[in-house]
């Protein structure tokens, strides 16, 4: 595998035979996790670095591929998710650095449940083949999430405090 498909498939996790979009989320909410504990000024720094290097390592992967891939290869390529799960982590590490296993879980949950109701319906309905518009989709679909999971943590502050 050549280097560009190894970190646009997070090191072989969009090879996972199922739920590979979960898995490459994954990275983001442990780090999140376990920097909760350790040192949680660091969180927003990190999260920071997820969105920049998912960002990154998906349109490296994409441009090296090109279309030359088959579909099913070409949903390898989920490094957009790394990103996208970043994101949101990064959102409530900025606005609401509290409660670090409930946020982390409730951050993982609204994500995979946008990018896969929202997102992923989208760029099925949009024919949106670009891969800089299924980057972005996923980037705003990490931004909605981020801001439920922050609305949610206001509102619901027992669970949270």
Request: hydrophobic residues 55%; positive net charge; proline residues 5%.
């Amino acid at each position: 595998m050549k280097k560009d498909m190894l970190l646009a498939t997070c090191f072989g996790m969009g090879k996972l035979p199922w739920a590979p979009g979960t898995w490459a989320s994954l990275p983001p909410v442990v780090m999140y996790q376990v920097l909760g504990y350790l040192g949680p000024a660091f969180n927003v720094y990190v999260m920071g670095l997820f969105v920049v290097a998912g960002s990154a390592m998906y349109l490296g992967g994409a441009l090296s591929a090109g279309r030359s891939l088959a579909p099913r290869a070409q949903r390898q390529i989920v490094a957009d998710k790394l990103a996208g799960q970043g994101l949101t982590m990064f959102i409530i590490a900025l606005l609401r650095p509290i409660e670090i296993c409930n946020s982390m879980a409730l951050g993982f949950a609204l994500f995979r449940l946008v990018d896969v109701i929202a997102v992923d319906l989208f760029e099925r309905h949009s024919g949106a083949d670009s891969d800089l518009r299924i980057l972005m989709t996923t980037l705003a679909g990490g931004a909605a999430a981020g801001i439920l999971s922050v609305v949610v943590i206001h509102m619901l502050p027992a669970y949270f405090a």
